[in-house]
C-alpha cells in the first residue's frame, strides 16, 4: 500500500512537471502585469497570457487582499521561472475567510489545512482575487467547515481523504453546493492557476 501511493506520488510531480509545456498558460515564463484602460472586465481567459488589467483593478497586493470579499478565492503567483517548474506561476490558492484571515492547505512542510493571516502574501509577486460564487448567507457554513477540517493532513496531489490547496478549496465549495473553484485538467490532476480562466476576476495585486 506504502508503494503504491508513492508510486502515484511520483507519477503526481513527473505529471506535473511535464505540463509546463503543454498548455498555453503554462508556457508562461515570467509576471509582468500592468495596467489597461479603466472601466472595462477582467479578461479572465485571456489573463495570464496578456497580463492586462483595467488600471481600476490593479491594486496592491495588500489592498486587493483587504477588497477581496470574505469567501472569495486568491490564487498566489510568483515572480520567475522557478515557480513555474511544476505547478506553473501561481501555484498557491488560498481563500479569504474573514478581515485578516486565510484559511487554505499550503504545502507538505508547512503542513495541512489551517488558518493563516492575509499578511502572508505580501510575499507574494502577485494575487488573483476571483468570485467563488460565496454570498454572504452561505459565509456560516464557509467558516464551520473550514474548522471542521482545520489540521486536516496534506497531500500531494489531494489523494485520498487529504487535501492539497487545490482540493481542500473544492471541499469547501461542495460543503456549499456549488462547483469546484480549481478544475481537473486533462492528467486528472488540479493546478491552482487553472481556476483563473474561468472565474470572475475581481481584482489583481502586484508588489
Not at 502515484?8 to 508562461?28: D, E, H, K, Y
Request: glycine content about 10%.
Amino acid at each position: 500500500m506504502i508503494r503504491m501511493k508513492r508510486s502515484r506520488i511520483f507519477w503526481l510531480a513527473l505529471a506535473g512537471a511535464a505540463l509546463t509545456g503543454c498548455t498555453p498558460v503554462q508556457n508562461v515564463s515570467t509576471l509582468q502585469f500592468r495596467a489597461g484602460a479603466a472601466g472595462t472586465q477582467i479578461d479572465a481567459a485571456a489573463l495570464l497570457l496578456t497580463q492586462l488589467v483595467p488600471a481600476d483593478r490593479l491594486l496592491s497586493i495588500s489592498e486587493a487582499v483587504e477588497r477581496a470579499p470574505d469567501g472569495s478565492v486568491i490564487v498566489a503567483c510568483q515572480a520567475g521561472p522557478r515557480g513555474a517548474l511544476s505547478w506553473g506561476l501561481c501555484s498557491h490558492i488560498t481563500r479569504k475567510l474573514s478581515a485578516g484571515l486565510l484559511t487554505e492547505s499550503p504545502n507538505l512542510f508547512a503542513g495541512g489545512v489551517q488558518t493563516v493571516p492575509a499578511s502572508s502574501l505580501n510575499r507574494r509577486a502577485a494575487v488573483i482575487v476571483l468570485d467563488a460564487g460565496v454570498r454572504p448567507e452561505m459565509l456560516p457554513a464557509l467558516r464551520a467547515e473550514a474548522n471542521r477540517l482545520n489540521r486536516a493532513p496534506y497531500s500531494v496531489g489531494g489523494m485520498g481523504p487529504d487535501y492539497d490547496c487545490s482540493t481542500y478549496q473544492n471541499a469547501l465549495q461542495h460543503a456549499l453546493g456549488l462547483p469546484d473553484v480549481v478544475p481537473r485538467n486533462a492528467w486528472g490532476i488540479y493546478l491552482p492557476q487553472d481556476a483563473v480562466a474561468g472565474a470572475r476576476v475581481l481584482w489583481v495585486g502586484i508588489q
